[in-house]
């Protein structure tokens, strides 16, 4: 049987490492620390490593799946060693260009190099395959239809705080993530823009109740119209992938917005830091208190200013018993793929969640139990 070498076990990695060893899977385990891989997984196994390339290695074995639930410096090599090794990869990060560039080789190989496979990336990709395949089947598919693509995922406080966020590990990713530009399609012409909080707008997430929340692009966009299906010849009006927050957090951010701005060099880092430390201080989560993730992909078409076909996929998870929410909603989907990866279902080369029918919906059901509520709205009803 093949392993699976699991690298890292952070707060976003235990639910499907802990699934796949008490699935009977042949699991090794690597952590930089020893004793935070025990704490959480030592009550299941005993193969437990301390996480070194070169005893990783020595104990790779063609066939063999690499996990990656370290920080993304680490994807390349591990993915660079795998095609040395004739083994396969996967992490639920972005791919980044150079992960993008092992693709041909991966190919060559006969070997899979998966990415995105965790919440945002990944489980947004799966609701935005079924919504194209639903569409296009659809009696309102039409090539010459208008249409419009909205993908807004966000962690967020189960019970909202004055800074209408709370942090599960260093606030300085998030506080380095502001000053990222994003790309996306606004009234058919494609959107720049330099902060988040320049393209701020209200979104009404169609839950059981509907909820109100603030959303603002994020990254770039454009790439996954290809690939959810889009083809380059259709009327696309708005097309973004972007980030949920609670409705006032712009306000409660407002003198951080404005801080970052005037940050620059060394100081400006620094001061960053600063910033992240106290941000830690007052606004983590406290022990056992519960996260909540909300994730809404919507599509609609309209023909002559006439909608024939809208729907939106919306989940809302919470931390429970199970753990916090993102924990389960990151790794599970993770431990899905690598299932996907040892059958045989994920073709070889670099690749991100598969559009297949089967494995969607299989993944799909599988998110239903992680969350609180699953479903597709259809606003045509």
Known sequence: MARVHWCGTGLSAVPGLRRMIEARYDVAVWNRSTDK??????DLTREIHAFDMDALSAALQEGDVVVSMLPGDWHVPLAELCLKRGAHFVSSSYISPEMRALDAQAREAGLCLVNEVGLDPGIDHAMAHWLMADYRASEG?????TLSFTSYCGGIPKTPNPFRYKFSWSPLGVLKALKSPSRSISEGRELVVDRPWNALSSYTAPLPQPETFEVYPNRDSLPFMAEYGFDPNWNVQQFVRG???????????????AEIETLEGPEGEARLKEMSDRFWAENAYDPGEPDRVVLCVGLKAERDGRTVYHKTYVMDAWGDARGTAMSRL???????????????EIPPGVSAVP???????????????????LAVADHMI
């Open 355 to 373: 559009d297949a029918p089967n494995l969607v919906d299989r993944w799909m059901t599988r998110v239903a139990s992680l969350a609180q509520h």
């Open 141 to 145: 598919f039409d090539p010459a239809n």
């Open 330 to 344: 990151v790794s599970v989907p993770v431990s899905l793929a690598v299932e996907a990866v040892l059958a045989g």
């Open 243 to 257: 980030t949920l927050r609670l409705d006032g957090w712009s306000e409660a951010w407002a003198d951080v917005f």
């Open 37 to 42: 891989a025990e704490a959480a997984i030592g």
